[in-house]
């Protein structure tokens, strides 16, 4: 997740145009994604990533690197927390997406003690909400 150096994640009404994505933020981004089987969206990222990711695969013009982010996106498994959407969408380009209402602490417990890749939490709202039910990210949590 990209903070600024005072913790914030976005600026007024979600701006995220502070964020730099170059060359090097991409590459970094192939190598997370490729450590990672499961994706964790609040509503508002699911939809940005959904609205944006399914179509540049599908673009010719979409570099090399971004083709490679929205193949590695759209095969790993995605779960989507929300209360307000009343279902989730698999496309050919937004496959393995699942809808929970709300987090539920024993059920990430048990996603983080499965074998497999890394969990990557995708929205800064759920990371806070992670914090406050006591998930911590370190693999030596029990």
């Not at 192939?30 to 969206?41: A, P, Y």
């Not at 083709?67 to 590695?72: G, P, S």
């Not at 890749?117 to 030596?140: C, Q, Y």
């Amino acid at each position: 997740m990209t903070l600024s150096l005072d913790g914030y994640f976005e600026g007024l009404n979600h701006d995220l145009s502070w964020h730099n994505v170059n060359d090097e933020f991409n590459k970094f981004a192939i190598e997370q994604l490729r450590e990672t089987g499961l994706i964790l969206f609040g509503r508002r990222t699911h939809q940005l990533m959904e609205g944006f990711w399914p179509k540049a695969a599908l673009d010719p013009e979409t570099s090399p690197d971004n083709q490679e982010i929205a193949r590695l996106i759209n095969n790993a498994e995605k779960i989507v927390f929300s209360r307000t959407l009343d279902s989730v969408r698999e496309t050919e380009n937004w496959r393995n997406v699942k809808l929970r209402r709300k987090v539920d602490p024993v059920e990430i417990r048990r996603l983080k003690e499965m074998p497999g890749k890394d969990i990557w939490v995708g929205t800064s709202d759920l990371a806070v909400s992670f914090i406050k039910e006591g998930l911590r990210s370190t693999s030596s949590d029990s």
